[in-house]
């Protein structure tokens, strides 16, 4: 199964992906649960037992306009360096913990929705990840438990401002201007998306594929991530983790490779879908 938070008719809400179309839970649920976060925290709870049958297609393709597939959530934190090749192509040493950085949500942009390019820079990077969609509430959670709290998965591009980014030696500016983070389409469930570490994941720039691997490559497994994030911090239904990108990025190459006004990327998960975005300049 998979999840889509969308706009129609006016109206923000979320529903089951078909494949002519969305089925809308917001409005065959009701107003108690109006998005897709409080909807993953009342099935953590148990107070949704069984989805409403049969699942129609209430807006077809075309129909309505997809959202960041949680468009609020409560934290958004990043794993940096977790791929050798990227490891490697940065020239930074290997750690014995993972790098981990936040997002604030309102750097988020949804499928088939345009990432800004910030006036004040022309160092815009993709990265093309897995995002990891917590599905219930977690503190101190051991390594051979952390998968039981996760809903599922999506794809996301951490679109970075490199020179921003390098500012100093925290990534904070570089990784938080509005609308630079793609985040979509879909959350496929867990038990719907399967093992992972055989699937591929690539990124495209335009025509060119820039980047390319398997999710098998992370030096910090979802796993391992999720035990280290949970021993300082709690986790809540609707967080989101993204889980670092490969090797590819645009300002290792030489020259750079940037993203510029005009610009289409996408991020492709075997078995987890594509997330496009155009690139424009920021108002």
Same mark, same amino acid.
């Given at each position: 199964?998979?999840?889509?938070?969308?706009?129609?008719?006016?109206?923000?809400?979320? /529903?089951?992906?078909?494949?002519?179309?969305?089925?809308?839970?917001?409005?065959?649920?009701g107003a108690a649960?109006?998005g897709l976060r409080? *909807?993953? #925290?009342?099935?953590?709870?148990?107070?949704?037992?069984?989805?409403?049958?049969?699942? #129609?297609?209430?807006?077809?393709? +075309? =129909?309505?306009?997809?959202?960041?597939?949680?468009?609020?959530?409560?934290?958004?934190?990043?794993? +940096?360096?977790?791929?050798?090749?990227?490891?490697?192509?940065?020239?930074?040493?290997?750690?014995?913990?993972?790098?981990?950085?936040?997002?604030?949500?309102?750097?988020?942009?949804?499928?088939?929705?345009?990432?800004?390019?910030?006036?004040?820079?022309?160092? *815009?990077?993709?990265? +093309?990840?897995?995002?990891?969609?917590? /599905?219930?509430? /977690?503190?101190?959670?051991?390594?051979?438990?952390?998968?039981?709290?996760?809903?599922?998965?999506?794809?996301?591009?951490?679109?970075?401002?490199?020179?921003? =980014?390098?500012?100093?030696?925290?990534?904070?500016? /570089?990784?938080?201007f509005p609308a630079?983070?793609?985040?979509?389409?879909?959350?496929?469930?867990?038990?719907?998306?399967?093992?992972?570490? =055989?699937?591929?994941?690539?990124?495209?720039?335009?025509?060119?594929?820039?980047?390319?691997?398997?999710?098998?490559?992370?030096?910090?497994?979802?796993?391992?991530?999720?035990?280290?994030?949970?021993?300082?911090?709690?986790?809540?239904?609707?967080?989101?983790?993204?889980?670092?990108?490969?090797? +590819?990025?645009?300002?290792?190459?030489?020259?750079?490779?940037?993203?510029?006004?005009?610009?289409?990327?996408?991020?492709?998960?075997?078995?987890?879908?594509?997330?496009?975005?155009?690139?424009?300049?920021?108002?």
């Amino acid at each position: 199964m998979a999840f889509v938070s969308f706009t129609a008719e006016g109206r923000a809400t979320y /529903g089951i992906a078909r494949p002519d179309g969305v089925f809308d839970l917001g409005r065959h649920i009701g107003a108690a649960f109006p998005g897709l976060r409080s *909807f993953l #925290t009342a099935q953590s709870l148990g107070r949704i037992a069984a989805l409403p049958h049969p699942l #129609t297609t209430d807006y077809a393709t +075309g =129909q309505f306009t997809y959202l960041p597939i949680i468009p609020n959530p409560s934290k958004i934190l990043c794993v +940096g360096l977790n791929y050798q090749d990227h490891l490697t192509e940065t020239g930074r040493r290997p750690a014995n913990y993972p790098t981990i950085f936040t997002r604030f949500a309102d750097t988020l942009t949804a499928h088939q929705a345009p990432m800004l390019l910030p006036a004040v820079s022309s160092a *815009f990077d993709y990265e +093309g990840e897995l995002a990891v969609i917590i /599905g219930k509430h /977690g503190f101190h959670v051991p390594e051979e438990k952390a998968l039981d709290i996760v809903a599922g998965y999506s794809l996301f591009n951490d679109g970075s401002i490199r020179d921003w =980014q390098r500012h100093t030696n925290q990534f904070t500016p /570089g990784k938080n201007f509005p609308a630079t983070a793609g985040f979509g389409p879909t959350l496929v469930t867990k038990e719907e998306a399967g093992p992972l570490a =055989q699937k591929s994941i690539q990124t495209h720039l335009n025509d060119q594929q820039v980047q390319s691997a398997h999710l098998g490559d992370m030096i910090f497994s979802i796993a391992k991530v999720i035990a280290y994030i949970t021993a300082f911090t709690a986790l809540s239904p609707g967080d989101v983790i993204a889980t670092g990108t490969p090797g +590819g990025v645009g300002f290792t190459r030489e020259p750079p490779l940037f993203m510029r006004s005009g610009d289409t990327v996408t991020v492709t998960i075997e078995g987890i879908g594509t997330l496009t975005n155009t690139i424009q300049p920021a108002p």
